[in-house]
């Protein structure tokens, strides 16, 4: 699954600088831009005394990936615009996106077969109902085109979007497009998200904001199947329903954030002891969760998101998240729990990032795994038990107005939670374009 989702939420903290875009966008009720991101990278070859079908390849190789997106929206009224995006991504990950948990690009999407073809990756609508007469000064971006906003307001979005356009922010940590690459750097990796193979679903969100906290609620279509393009409109069993409370503080001047995330999905998942007892049993020789599917099966989790302005030019973050892990990874990714702690200094015209993240599966999972079953991103055959750490650094230079060219490096210890493969090491060029 392509998660980068066009997280601009992110690439608005640089929308206010003149030379953010190669072009000039006019002060309008309309807005058009374009953005293109590329991203090679490499892999030198890494110890591994076995792997299985959808194993990290331990071989030298390189992969490059691309996404081009076009933005289109209309300030209707005051407090209300649509937005609509087109958009085409290629190219391929290493191992096509197997054999992480934590996989070390956003930009990819997992089924190759989907190709370059064009799509709707954005169609909706965003309704204010303002709650007061005081309005501030709206940043405007891509996804959010007002000029103005009330600062105490209910806002509404309904129709195709990334669930992360709105959940589980955060202004250092989201953007794989000017900040880290990594899939549990940029998001949560135990928030097993509504979305689509590509990263998009049909729902709606519903916020009511003030200036010191606001809350989020958000109801979401979840795919038929693990990794799927297709959404399962089946309401009552099948949905990825998420809330958040977000509130705002300051410390010696300098302001934070902090947000705590709910999240209960409904879907046909299947149930790692119902394919372990399978085995245990002598009816199969492998588990095969999908085996074990049922209508209905829920999955909860929490997650708790910090970000903090420690000076002015450096900003830190952190995440903790966590699932019940018995039901199958079924939108993002195969993580079960996870802990971040990373910062950025940010400095004329370039960026420094490190962070670093530990992520984890429950026992049942890890059993799973053990007996030869497979994830839709992981199963080395077999399985000896560790947690997978990933270290990860970018530099992202603002080169010229909307050009922003970066290097990255990502270490790996205990790839797809395999003590015996590893550590990996990743290295990455990145170009990015805003138009």
């Given at each position: 699954m392509r998660l980068s989702l066009l997280v601009l939420m992110a690439s608005a903290a640089v929308a206010h600088a003149d030379d953010t875009y190669l072009v000039d966008h006019p002060d309008a009720r309309w807005w058009i831009s374009a953005q293109a991101n590329s991203i090679l990278q490499a892999q030198p070859g890494f110890h591994s005394p076995y792997e299985g079908d959808n194993s990290l390849r331990p071989d030298d190789h390189?992969?490059?990936?691309?996404?081009?997106?076009?933005?289109?929206?209309?300030e209707l009224t005051s407090t209300t615009t649509i937005i609509v995006t087109g958009e085409s991504a290629g190219g391929g990950?290493?191992?096509t996106a197997l054999g992480l948990a934590g996989f070390t690009n956003l930009d990819v999407v997992r089924n190759p077969s989907l190709g370059p073809t064009p799509y709707i990756g954005t169609a909706m609508i965003d309704q204010i109902i303002p709650l007061g007469d005081e309005t501030v000064a709206n940043e405007r971006n891509p996804l959010r085109i007002f000029h103005r906003v009330p600062?105490?307001?209910i806002e509404i979005r309904a129709g195709k979007m990334g669930t992360v356009y709105y959940f589980d922010n955060n202004t250092v940590g989201t953007d794989s497009h000017l900040q880290f690459m990594n899939w549990t750097i940029d998001n949560n990796g135990a928030y097993d998200y509504a979305a689509d193979t590509r990263g998009y679903t049909l729902g709606a969100e519903i916020e009511y904001a003030t200036p010191l906290w606001t809350v989020r609620y958000g109801a979401m279509l979840m795919p038929t199947v693990a990794n799927g393009i297709d959404y399962d409109f089946d309401l009552a069993n099948a949905r990825g329903e998420q809330l958040e409370v977000e509130a705002h503080e300051c410390i010696a001047g300098h302001p934070g954030i902090v947000r705590v995330l709910g999240y209960w999905n409904h879907a046909r998942m299947g149930n790692y002891d119902e394919a372990i007892a399978s085995v245990r049993q002598g009816?199969?020789?492998?588990p095969d969760v999908t085996e074990t599917r049922l209508k209905g099966r829920l999955k909860v989790g929490f997650g708790v998101n910090l970000e903090q302005e420690v000076t002015n030019d450096v900003h830190a973050f952190a995440r903790l998240g966590w699932s019940d892990g018995e039901n199958e990874s079924f939108a993002y990714t195969e993580v079960d729990n996870t802990v971040l702690a990373g910062a950025d200094w940010r400095r004329g015209a370039g960026k420094l990032g490190v962070a670093l993240v530990s992520n984890g599966i429950s026992e049942s999972h890890r059993?799973?795994?053990q007996l030869g079953g497979k994830g839709f991103l992981l199963g080395d055959g077999t399985l000896h038990y560790g947690r997978e750490t990933i270290l990860e650094a970018y530099y992202t230079l603002r080169a010229y107005r909307g050009v922003f060219p970066a290097a990255d490096v990502q270490v790996i210890d205990n790839p797809g939670y395999n003590t015996d493969r590893g550590p990996v090491v990743v290295g990455s060029l990145r170009l990015h374009l805003e138009i």
């Amino acid at each position: 699954m392509r998660l980068s989702l066009l997280v601009l939420m992110a690439s608005a903290a640089v929308a206010h600088a003149d030379d953010t875009y190669l072009v000039d966008h006019p002060d309008a009720r309309w807005w058009i831009s374009a953005q293109a991101n590329s991203i090679l990278q490499a892999q030198p070859g890494f110890h591994s005394p076995y792997e299985g079908d959808n194993s990290l390849r331990p071989d030298d190789h390189a992969q490059i990936s691309y996404v081009a997106t076009v933005f289109a929206g209309y300030e209707l009224t005051s407090t209300t615009t649509i937005i609509v995006t087109g958009e085409s991504a290629g190219g391929g990950g290493l191992s096509t996106a197997l054999g992480l948990a934590g996989f070390t690009n956003l930009d990819v999407v997992r089924n190759p077969s989907l190709g370059p073809t064009p799509y709707i990756g954005t169609a909706m609508i965003d309704q204010i109902i303002p709650l007061g007469d005081e309005t501030v000064a709206n940043e405007r971006n891509p996804l959010r085109i007002f000029h103005r906003v009330p600062t105490h307001r209910i806002e509404i979005r309904a129709g195709k979007m990334g669930t992360v356009y709105y959940f589980d922010n955060n202004t250092v940590g989201t953007d794989s497009h000017l900040q880290f690459m990594n899939w549990t750097i940029d998001n949560n990796g135990a928030y097993d998200y509504a979305a689509d193979t590509r990263g998009y679903t049909l729902g709606a969100e519903i916020e009511y904001a003030t200036p010191l906290w606001t809350v989020r609620y958000g109801a979401m279509l979840m795919p038929t199947v693990a990794n799927g393009i297709d959404y399962d409109f089946d309401l009552a069993n099948a949905r990825g329903e998420q809330l958040e409370v977000e509130a705002h503080e300051c410390i010696a001047g300098h302001p934070g954030i902090v947000r705590v995330l709910g999240y209960w999905n409904h879907a046909r998942m299947g149930n790692y002891d119902e394919a372990i007892a399978s085995v245990r049993q002598g009816i199969v020789d492998t588990p095969d969760v999908t085996e074990t599917r049922l209508k209905g099966r829920l999955k909860v989790g929490f997650g708790v998101n910090l970000e903090q302005e420690v000076t002015n030019d450096v900003h830190a973050f952190a995440r903790l998240g966590w699932s019940d892990g018995e039901n199958e990874s079924f939108a993002y990714t195969e993580v079960d729990n996870t802990v971040l702690a990373g910062a950025d200094w940010r400095r004329g015209a370039g960026k420094l990032g490190v962070a670093l993240v530990s992520n984890g599966i429950s026992e049942s999972h890890r059993d799973y795994l053990q007996l030869g079953g497979k994830g839709f991103l992981l199963g080395d055959g077999t399985l000896h038990y560790g947690r997978e750490t990933i270290l990860e650094a970018y530099y992202t230079l603002r080169a010229y107005r909307g050009v922003f060219p970066a290097a990255d490096v990502q270490v790996i210890d205990n790839p797809g939670y395999n003590t015996d493969r590893g550590p990996v090491v990743v290295g990455s060029l990145r170009l990015h374009l805003e138009i």
